[in-house]
């Protein structure tokens, strides 16, 4: 038998450090938020304009 041990080189088992959260990608829900909050409320009074003009045009 041998005494040295099973494993002679250190080998490194730590996963690779994760990126700094400045460098990460934004997950959802957090990407443009001011533009999808403009967006969604201009897109919800446009139907509701459409929805109260639509009599008037003849549409119902």
Same mark, same amino acid.
């Given at each position: 038998?041998?005494?040295? &041990?099973?494993?002679?080189?250190?080998?490194?088992?730590? &996963? *690779?450090? *994760?990126?700094?959260?400045?460098?990460?990608?934004?997950?959802? %829900?957090?990407?443009?938020?001011? !533009?999808?909050?403009?967006?969604?409320? %201009?897109?919800?009074? %446009?139907? $509701?304009?459409?929805?109260? !003009?639509?009599?008037?045009? %003849?549409? $119902?």
């Amino acid at each position: 038998m041998s005494s040295l &041990p099973a494993h002679s080189s250190r080998q490194e088992l730590d &996963p *690779p450090a *994760p990126e700094p959260s400045d460098h990460q990608v934004p997950g959802l %829900g957090r990407a443009n938020s001011d !533009v999808t909050v403009a967006v969604t409320l %201009g897109v919800g009074i %446009g139907v $509701i304009v459409f929805l109260l !003009v639509l009599p008037y045009l %003849g549409g $119902i």
